[in-house]
Each structure stands twice: as C-alpha cells, then as structure tokens.
C-alpha cells in the first residue's frame, strides 16, 4: 500500500504559540481517517498541512508524493479534494449549485467566464445527484439548507476526482436528519474501494461514516494515539484526550461516546 501522505517530525508555530508538536503520521492509500480531540487541540490545522495550504515551520511533509516547500503547490492541491467551512464562507451564496460543483474544475469559487467541458458538466451533475440532491441544480447555493449545502461542498471537493480527500466537520451544525443523511453519503464514500484516501476531523464520534478505516486522535498539538481505528477509539484513549471519563461503544459500524461519570 502507498502513502498518500508522511509527515515526519512536523511542528507548527505562531509567534509563541506551539500549535503542532512532533507529528508522524502516515495516509495510506484506501484508508479513510477520522481525526477527532478537543477544542484547540490542532486538528484544523493538521488537515490544512495536509490540503498543502500550509507549511509547518519543523519537519518534513509529503503529500501525494512530492515535498512540501520543493512543488509548487498550485500544481499539487488540484489533486486534493477539500471541504471546510473556511472555503464554504468563500462560496457566494447566489452561485447556483451546478457552478458550486463544476467550477472546482478550475479551482475557482464563483463561476465567471470559464467554459467548462461537457464532461466537468456531467460529472458535477452525477456528483450532485450522487449526494442527494438530484433536482436541485438550478437553486443557488444560499438558499440551501445546512445540510444540503454540505453535500453540495463534498461534490465540489470530489470534482477534480482527488487522490486524497480531506473534510473538516462536515456534520457541524446539522440536525439529527441531516446528520444522518451525511453521515449516509460519507458512508458511500468511505466504503468505495475507488474512493480517494480520507480524512475527516468531526468533534462527534456519532459523526463517523461506516468505512472508516483508521483514526487519529490528537490534543494539545500532540498525536495522543493513530491507527486502526478499533485501537485507537477506546474509552481510556478518548478519556485521556478529553479529560473526562468517557464510555465509547460502536454497534454496527457505528460509534458513540458518553460520560462515565460525574462530569461537574
Ligand atoms: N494563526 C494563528 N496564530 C496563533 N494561534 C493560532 C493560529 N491559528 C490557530 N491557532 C491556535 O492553534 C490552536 C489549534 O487551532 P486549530 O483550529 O487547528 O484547532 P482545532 O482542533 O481545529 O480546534 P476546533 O476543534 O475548536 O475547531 C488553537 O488554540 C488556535 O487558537
């Protein structure tokens, strides 16, 4: 199995703020991540190494083969799909949903005079309808609702059929039914054999899709534990990084967490 992703001694600092530590971590090939820690704990900024956004100032980064600070990095990132909420806020809300898609073609936000391909068109519509949303090509994306609007963001990240994909709390702010429904495509996408390698930070372990594969878990700008993800999200591991008494389960492929005991 290939890496799609090193990283090997990476440290990021901001003034004197140590936001990673020492992180080795490997993304194969066919593994599908689930990063989950506390609030700060530097997972966004883990997945912004990875998306080639951003260069940590220790330690040595490769992504899809090349080196981070010897590639330029406009040629590497078309080959990673992203969605986050930082690139949502980007998207302007009168953009038809079609646009949203099919202009990730071009690493654009916001469709202007670019022609597209008869192919990019019919791959942003089975990407649209691949998500759900079969019907609503036309409306714009600010008349979405929260979790359709998700959706439409994962097909923009799958559009330029990425070797690596990386979701940062695409479940944030959804109700029960649209978590459910994302939670339902991420599943589609994690059990695909064909799908890119991936990664998804989410805050709740009721987030994770079926699929996934391995998982991370990092606090304070520490790697706490990653591997299998059987492993990794156990009760003492979470209650460790959270620094609460957690209870986790999983029943069918599907996870959970509660407080063991007294939390105040
Ligand atoms: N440019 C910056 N300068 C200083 N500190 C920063 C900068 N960017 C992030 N941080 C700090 O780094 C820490 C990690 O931030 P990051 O957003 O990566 O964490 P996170 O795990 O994604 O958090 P959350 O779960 O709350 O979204 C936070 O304490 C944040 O305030």
């Known amino acids: 199995m290939s890496a799609v992703a090193q990283l090997a001694g990476v440290g990021v600092r901001r003034g004197s703020t140590q936001i990673l530590t020492d992180v080795d971590w490997e993304v194969d090939e066919g593994q599908r991540w689930v990063m989950v820690g506390p609030n700060g704990a530097g997972k966004t900024t883990l997945l912004q190494i990875l998306a080639a956004q951003m260069h940590p100032t220790e330690g040595l980064v490769e992504i899809l083969d090349e080196i981070i600070g010897a590639v330029d990095v406009f040629e590497l990132r078309p080959r990673i799909g992203v969605a986050s909420s930082a690139l949502a806020h980007r998207i302007p809300p009168h953009e038809a949903v079609r646009d949203v898609v099919v202009s990730a073609a071009w690493a654009v936000v916001g469709r202007w005079r670019e022609s597209y391909d008869p192919m990019d068109v019919q791959r942003a519509a089975e990407l649209i309808a691949r998500m759900g949303l079969a019907g609503l090509e036309d409306r714009t994306y600010g008349t979405l609702s929260e979790g359709e609007r ?75 534990a990653a591997g299998p993800v059987d492993r990794v999200l156990t009760s003492p591991i979470l209650s460790q990084a959270f620094g609460l008494p957690l209870e986790v389960t999983s029943h069918n492929g599907r996870w959970s967490a509660q407080a063991s005991g007294k939390v105040l």
Do not use: F, N, Y
């Open 150 to 224: 998700k959706r439409v963001e994962i097909a923009r990240a799958l559009m330029t059929d990425p070797e690596l994909l990386l979701l940062d709390e695409p479940a944030a702010g959804l109700d029960l039914a649209g978590r459910e429904q994302l939670v339902s495509v991420l599943s589609g996408i994690c059990t695909d054999p064909d799908a890119p390698a991936t990664v998804l930070v989410t805050h709740h372990l009721e987030e994770i899709p079926l699929g996934v594969t391995h998982a991370l878990v990092l606090d304070e700008g520490h790697i706490v």
